[in-house]
């Protein structure tokens, strides 16, 4: 059974940083391309950052320069650096696969910029 467990959460000042991680079991880890998606109440989930099975990344504009997405196939990891925090920013923070996201997603990280 497929598990993602997303961690890393919490309330940051704007221009603060972050880093969340997500650990994943029950797959062949290192053949999947990975993505962190976001949503908050009331609007559908985006995707924030992707990482193909062999490092490469993509994100949309809006992220770029700003978020860095990464991996460790040894540990079933995927990480996200997020820098330079927007209140827009704000919402739950989840990982699963990409393109085609595992139908069980995990608890999700809240990401919470404020002042």
């Known amino acids: 059974q497929v598990q993602l467990v997303e961690s890393g959460g919490g309330l940051v000042q704007p221009g603060g940083s972050l880093r969340l991680s997500c650990a994943a079991s029950?797959?062949?880890?290192?053949?999947?391309?990975m993505g962190w998606y976001r949503q908050t109440p009331g609007k559908q989930r985006e995707l924030v950052a992707i990482?193909?099975?062999?490092?490469?990344?993509n994100y949309p504009d809006s992220m770029k320069g700003r978020f860095t997405i990464s991996r460790d196939n040894a540990k079933n990891t995927v990480y996200l650096q997020m820098n330079s925090l927007k209140p827009e920013d704000t919402a739950v923070y989840y990982c699963?696969?990409?393109?085609?996201?595992?139908?069980?997603w995990g608890q999700g990280t809240q990401v919470t910029v404020s002042s």
């Open positions: 990482i193909f099975s062999g490092g490469t990344t």
């Open positions: 699963n696969f990409y393109p085609q996201p595992f139908s069980s």
């Open positions: 029950g797959t062949i880890f290192s053949i999947r391309h």
